[in-house]
Structure formats: structure tokens, C-alpha cells
């Protein structure tokens, strides 16, 4: 019996079939970009990813995740490295939750009117407490 069990374990491990197991999840993706990525995505053309940006300017991001959102809506979180800030020396400059047109990716933009260092967080809305996807970035004069 024990022969039998050893060999079942052995087959397993060893059987392309079974490779699916091991497979390697790919995770999710956020890019920033100084141009519309709706505009610009190609067979042909790859998406820059950006991380300094001009004041006043529009910033676009993309989001994408391979298994899909796990709700209709997202949130995304902007915020500012500040001195000044009470909490941890981070102030929220935004906080919008919108609804996914798509199951696999979603393209937005906004538009920042201060210099500074940034970050972007992604969240699906019914895990608040872990982000799917996180950048940060530096907008400039």
C-alpha cells in the first residue's frame, strides 16, 4: 500500500499535467502615463510607464489585472508626502470610487495643481484593506 501511495505522490509531482498547480499567477499592473492609454495601446506599441509628471497637467493611469476585479467598483486613493500632515506625514488629496466598465482593466486620469511627491493606490471596494495595485510618482513645476 504504501508503494502504491509513494508512486500516486511521485506521479503527481512529476506529470506535466499537473503542472497547472505551480503556475505562477501574474499580478495586477498600474501605469502611469503623461498620454491616453486608450489612445496609444497597439499590438505594435508598449505603454510607457512614467513617474514624473508636469503641475497642471493630466496624469492617466491604467490599471490591469489578469483574474479580473472581484466587484463592479473600484477606489482610488491619491496622496502627498508632506511635512505637515498629522497622520504618519502623508496628507489624502483624493479619495474616488468609480465603476468598472471592464473586468480586466480600468483607465482614468486626474490632474494635480502642486508640486510634490505622490502615491496612487487601487482598491477593489470590497477589500478596503489591501490594495490591488500602488505607484508613486513626482509631479514638478
Not at 503556475?23 to 486608450?38: A, I, Q, V, Y
Not at 493630466?58 to 505637515?84: A, M, T, W
Amino acid at each position: 500500500m504504501k508503494k502504491i501511495l509513494l508512486f500516486l505522490i511521485i506521479f503527481f509531482i512529476c506529470s506535466p499535467s499537473y503542472a497547472f498547480f505551480w503556475k505562477k499567477k501574474e499580478k495586477p499592473s498600474l501605469f502611469l502615463s503623461s498620454t491616453n492609454p486608450s489612445l496609444s495601446i497597439s499590438y505594435d506599441e508598449k505603454i510607457q510607464n512614467e513617474d514624473v509628471f508636469q503641475k497642471g497637467k493630466r496624469i492617466y493611469f491604467l490599471v490591469y489585472v489578469p483574474e479580473g476585479f472581484k466587484s463592479d467598483y473600484i477606489k482610488y486613493q491619491i496622496f502627498k508626502q508632506d511635512d505637515k500632515a498629522h497622520v504618519g506625514g502623508y496628507s489624502r488629496i483624493r479619495n474616488i470610487t468609480r465603476r468598472v466598465n471592464d473586468k480586466n482593466y480600468y483607465i482614468d486620469y486626474f490632474v494635480l495643481s502642486e508640486a510634490g511627491k505622490y502615491g496612487l493606490q487601487i482598491f477593489d471596494i470590497e477589500n478596503l484593506h489591501h490594495w490591488i495595485a500602488f505607484a508613486h510618482f513626482l509631479v514638478m513645476d
